[in-house]
Every structure is written in structure tokens, then in C-alpha cells.
């Protein structure tokens, strides 16, 4: 359906998934909009709810990015649904044809059955064009076909809907904490340019699973991540560590490491700890450690990856051990962002202080089997 945009879309949305985990200081004083038109993501900018939900088509890329953990009585399962839109000409937006290709949606769907060990996942991709796919502007709503994530009447509830024959969901989200936004009043920048970047770090899920035919009702916890931006990395990165973390004590945490060419760690990468009280606290790289307690290789792929993981914040004394649910939860989809990267769930176990703490989060790998398409 794509066509001779592929290659260039395989770029630009590498690009984006590199730069949607960077926090870092703005460069000084760039120009407002690229060349194209597309506005840059390197002022101050003052997020507004829901608006800020809906799209923003005049930055060049932008996803929606849920994971989460379900159960349906003893059986666990973690899932992920993730829609990109990518910009292609802006100025064709204003095309009076409703074939004009100025935008491309894609999305990737994956589930992880934790009780059964087996992870399976679906890709798509198609172009903004009679209503087959899209990203409203006005608002919250990001679909391709039947799959589709949109904010419900009520203002609050995320609903996200997604079905291929092996599996499908369908799902219903209360957040019970406020955006927390990444970054310096409404920036979070990276290496050379900049992105607008904000997480629903704790939403409360109820709904339905159709796993290879037998349908369960499902309730637990999930993470929604929302970026905006138009401007790529430099060169000499190669990927990233991406840590989103639910703890029981009613904390949660982010933390990336994004990799150099070099083996070293950018020493802008950060994370935030939100507080049970919804208070977000920035932490630089100087605050956390991040060790790998294992590795796997993929037979697919021939990546190989950590596997596990020792997590430690200073000044907090906290501890955490993650350990992947499944080894494999690789997703390679040339047919969509032509990436591929493990994005996977994990169980918690550690302590703070004295206390003992345990939760679940995913984490997210990439440039562990080739590095992220570049321009």
C-alpha cells in the first residue's frame, strides 16, 4: 500500500523511535520550522489536556505508545500497542485530492502471554486517505482500519481496539495519575534537535482478550507514552535502553541510556521518578545505574540483547532486579518503521530502604540487531 515511500518512511520513523526516549538541554536558538515547514520541537511549550492527546500535523512525527500488564484470573499477559503518523509533505495537506500522500499511520500490536510463554506480534501501515487511517487533530483519535485509540466522551478514558485472527483486544483505561511531562518547561531535547514528550504513568485497565479463540475478560495496569517532534539525532548514536517502571508501593519510574557508536552512554540521558503523589522528579544520568544481569540471542534476528537487568537510584536507596516474563519478545517489522527492537514485558523485585518492593513494568531495546535506519 506504501509503495516508493517505504524506504523514505523506514528512515524517518528510525529516527523518530530514536529520538522519542532522549532527554536532554535544547540547542540554542534554532530556526522555528524546517525548510518543508515543519515545526520544531526546541521552544517552550505548554502542554494542555485532553487537546494535547489529539494530533499535532505540524511537527513531522508523533506516536501514541501503550503497554500494560493484564490478568485474567490466573493467566497474565503483557501487550503493547504503539501508533506512529508521519509527515511526508506538508504542504500537500492542503491537496484537494483525498489520495494527496501527505501522511502515513502506521502501528504495531504485540502480546505477551506470560502464563504460556509465548509472544506473538502484528504490524500495519497505511496512508491518511478516505478514512481508512488517520490522527485527528481536533480530536484524540489515531486509527488504521479496526485498529484505533481514541479519548471516550467522557474526556478521561483512553480506549484502544485492535484484533488479528490469532488475537485481539479491546480495552478501557482510567488514568490515575496526571500527565507527567518530560524535560524543561514542555522540551525534552536530544543530541541536535528536540521533541514535546509526556507520560500516563499509572491507568487502570479493564477489558477483553481474544486469545486463539477463547475470549477473557482482563483487568490491570498500563503505561501511555505521547511524543511530538520533527528534528533527527546526530550522528554516533546507535540505540537505546528504555526502562518504564510500575512499582507496588504506587511509584513509578523512567529511565533511558542512549548508547554511543563509541560503547559509551550520552551523558544527557536521564529518567523521572514519579511520586505516589504524582510528582515528577527529574533525574540525570548521575542518579541511576543501569547493569545487565544476562543476555539472549535471537535466531531470527542474531541480535543479542541484555536480559535482565540490576536498577539502582542514588540519593532514594533503591534497588530493583528486572527479569523478562519471555525471552523472546522481538518485534521486526520491515513492513511498517523497518525497525527491529525488543520491546518486553518484565516482573520487579528489589527493595527501598529496609522495605521490600516489587512491581512490573517493559522495557524497550534498540540497535541490539543493526542500528536504526538512518536518513
Known sequence: MIGGARVRLGALVGL??????????????????????????????????????????DYRTEWWYYTGHLRAGARRFGYELTFFRVG?????????????PHTLVLAHLALTDETGRRFEFRERAAREALGLAGADSAR???????????????????????????????????????PVVHGANGVSAKGVGASHYYSLTRNATRGALVVHGDTLG?????????????DALGPGQVGWDWFGLQLD??????????????????????????????????LPLSAFTVDSTARWRSER???????GWVVRVRG?????????TVPDQELRTPGSTGTTYWEGSVRIRGRSG????????YVELTGYAGPPPES
Do not use: C
Request: aromatic share 8%; charged share 30%; glycine share 6%.
Open 88 to 100: 511526508l509533505d506538508p504542504a500537500r495537506r492542503r491537496s484537494l485530492s483525498a489520495w494527496a
Open 16 to 57: 523518530a523511535l530514536v529520538a522519542a526516549r532522549v532527554l536532554a538541554p535544547a540547542s540554542a536558538d534554532p530556526p522555528a520550522r524546517t525548510p518543508e515547514g515543519y515545526r520544531l520541537a526546541n521552544t517552550p511549550y505548554a502542554f494542555t489536556f485532553p487537546r494535547d492527546h489529539a494530533a499535532h500535523p
Open 316 to 324: 532514594r536507596d533503591l534497588e530493583l532486579r528486572l527479569e523478562p
Open 301 to 307: 534476528s542474531g541480535g543479542v540483547y541484555p536480559a
Open 354 to 361: 529496609r522495605k521490600v518492593v516489587t512491581g512490573e513494568g
Open 249 to 282: 508501593d504506587g511509584r513509578e519510574l523512567m529511565l533511558y541510556r542512549l548508547r554511543r557508536r563509541d560503547g559509551t552512554v550520552e551523558p544527557r540521558s536521564s529518567g523521572t521518578l514519579i511520586e505516589r503523589d504524582g510528582r515528577a522528579v527529574h
Open 218 to 230: 482482563v483487568e490491570g495496569s498500563s503505561w501511555m507514552d505521547h511524543e511530538f517532534m520533527t
Open 140 to 178: 484524540y483519535r489515531v486509527w488504521i482500519d479496526d485498529w484505533s485509540a481514541e479519548l471516550a466522551a467522557d474526556g478521561r478514558t483512553h480506549r484502544l481496539r485492535a484484533a488479528v485472527p490469532e488475537f485481539a483486544l479491546a480495552l478501557d483505561l482510567e488514568p490515575q495519575k496526571p
